[in-house]
């Protein structure tokens, strides 16, 4: 579904991502982890195509077509979605229009109103959300978990084919966390994918995920399975940091 292959990443004069190769197949949640300033908002933003960040080499192919150089608007068109560290407030526009808007953008097809707020009030009851939040403005007066859970709800609402978390569960509480990783499991199938984006291991407490990447300096040092993360959690990264 997705391929990275050889990508550099510069922000400004700074290299960022050296080299990434990374490979993600239909059915399967990966995770990158590794500590801050590693380069993991970067991969995901790269993939997004971020015009803060740029690509000075290698390319990344989406589900059959070269996204190297799409429009951020053009890739998510194409069924990439992205969860933000740090959401952003809209003032004067609901979650459920964002939402219904949204969908109408990502579909090109009119939104069945009724069908529509059933399954948004079903998700958010699903992840224990109230009903009444959908009527507020999008992220306004939001706690963080809130926020991270209305983004888990957009998630589930627009139905990406890869859908791209990053640092969700930072800042969460043990419920909050759980409730999360319930609806990564209600999202994931064997037609889409998952990649998180994280720096300590809690979501994974609560979640199987097939593959582990460690980044540090701009590079994937190691992959492996769930154990891996095991491991990071009882030694941190230093045996990484020094190659």
Do not use: C, W
């Amino acid at each position: 579904m997705l391929e990275i292959k050889d990508l550099y990443v510069n922000a400004g004069e700074k290299e960022i991502l050296k080299g990434i190769n990374l490979k993600i197949n239909k059915g399967e949640i990966h995770v990158i982890m590794g500590p801050n300033g590693s380069g993991k908002t970067t991969t995901a933003n790269a993939i997004l195509n971020n015009p803060e960040y740029q690509k000075k080499q290698g390319s990344i192919v989406f589900d059959g077509t070269d996204i190297t150089d799409l429009k951020t608007d053009e890739i998510a068109r194409n069924g990439v979605f992205m969860s933000f560290q740090l959401p952003e407030e809209i003032p004067g526009v609901t979650v459920a229009n964002f939402l219904k808007y949204a969908k109408n953008k990502i579909t090109g097809k009119p939104v069945k109103v009724f069908q529509f707020k059933d399954e948004l009030k079903k998700y958010a009851k699903e992840l224990k959300i109230k009903e009444e939040t959908l009527e507020r403005s999008l992220n306004v007066g939001f706690s963080g978990g809130e926020k991270k859970k209305n983004e888990i709800l957009q998630m589930l609402v627009l139905n990406p084919k890869l859908a791209i978390l990053d640092e969700t569960d930072s800042g969460l509480d043990v419920d909050a966390i759980k409730t999360v990783s319930k609806g990564i499991e209600m999202f994931k199938n064997e037609e889409n994918a998952v990649l998180i984006i994280t720096h300590n291991t809690k979501i994974l407490h609560s979640l199987k995920v097939d593959y582990v990447h460690i980044l540090v300096d701009g590079k994937i040092v190691k992959t492996g399975t769930q154990e891996l993360a095991s491991e990071i959690e009882e030694n941190g990264y230093e045996k990484y940091r020094k190659g």
